[in-house]
């Protein structure tokens, strides 16, 4: 069965610094990966995915992600945060067969936002 | 705004009683899919249903249930409530792919 881990439950960050969250995945086939961000009191967004191809790719509100299949690792990241950007956020792994993609998600990473 | 709607958005109800929570998928979403998020459990799936059949099972209880009716809006059955049910219940629809997720039914059993 899949599994995530996302190793920081809670990271703190300066606004302008740069982030990168982390998200560890254990999967016997080719993954869909994804980022979710959750604001409190509201739903996921999808802030970007990864099915095949470029192991960049790039997202919603400035983040991106790289897929690095020796690490097992699709770490999240943003070169400058903004105060907005305080949120939790979800990495989760779908199966790639069509028609049957549920999600396992990972623990969460609280974004803190400093001035 | 994802095009998922959920209603409604918040519940409240006693141990032992019964109700339903509805989602409405984006427009030519063929699944559905339904998490349960807490905050000992995380965000957990439950049930996906594929144009209007059963297609995979997580981790739902027994008292749960959930039906995909021929407009595919999608209906979620919580009977013999329990304090532990109280939750954050997500509804997500998909064409193959990404999911998208609704804002959730806020249920709090009291």
């Known amino acids: 069965a899949q599994s995530v881990t996302q190793p920081d439950i809670h990271i703190t960050v300066s606004e302008g610094a740069s982030l990168e969250l982390r998200c560890n995945y254990s999967?016997?086939?080719?993954?869909?990966l994804f980022w979710y961000v959750q604001s409190p009191g509201q739903g996921l967004q999808l802030l970007l995915k990864y099915f095949s191809g470029d192991t960049l790719v790039q997202g919603i509100k400035g983040f991106e992600a790289e897929f690095k299949r020796s690490q097992s690792s699709f770490n999240l990241r943003k070169p400058s945060v903004h105060w907005s950007d305080a949120a939790e956020y979800f990495c989760?792994?779908?199966?790639?067969?069509?028609?049957?993609?549920?999600?396992?998600f990972g623990t969460g990473t609280r974004l803190t936002i400093i001035p | 705004d994802s095009g998922v709607t959920q209603t409604p958005k918040h519940l409240i109800t006693a141990t032992g009683q019964r109700v339903t929570l509805r989602c409405s998928p984006r427009?030519?979403?063929?699944?559905v899919y339904w998490y349960q998020q807490s905050l000992d459990q995380g965000l957990q799936f439950l049930i996906q249903?594929?144009?209007?059949?059963?297609?995979a099972k997580g981790n739902i209880l027994e008292r749960f249930s959930a039906q995909q009716f021929p407009d595919l809006h999608s209906e979620l059955n919580l009977s013999s409530l329990e304090l532990g049910d109280s939750a954050l219940y997500f509804c997500?629809?998909?064409?193959?792919?990404?999911?998208?997720f609704g804002p959730g039914t806020r249920l709090t059993v009291t």
């Open positions: 989760a792994v779908g199966l790639s067969n069509f028609g049957n993609e549920k999600l396992t």
């Open positions: 249903y594929y144009n209007g059949e059963e297609r």
């Open positions: 997500a629809s998909s064409l193959g792919g990404e999911q998208y």
């Open positions: 999967y016997g086939a080719t993954p869909y």
């Open positions: 427009s030519g979403d063929l699944s």
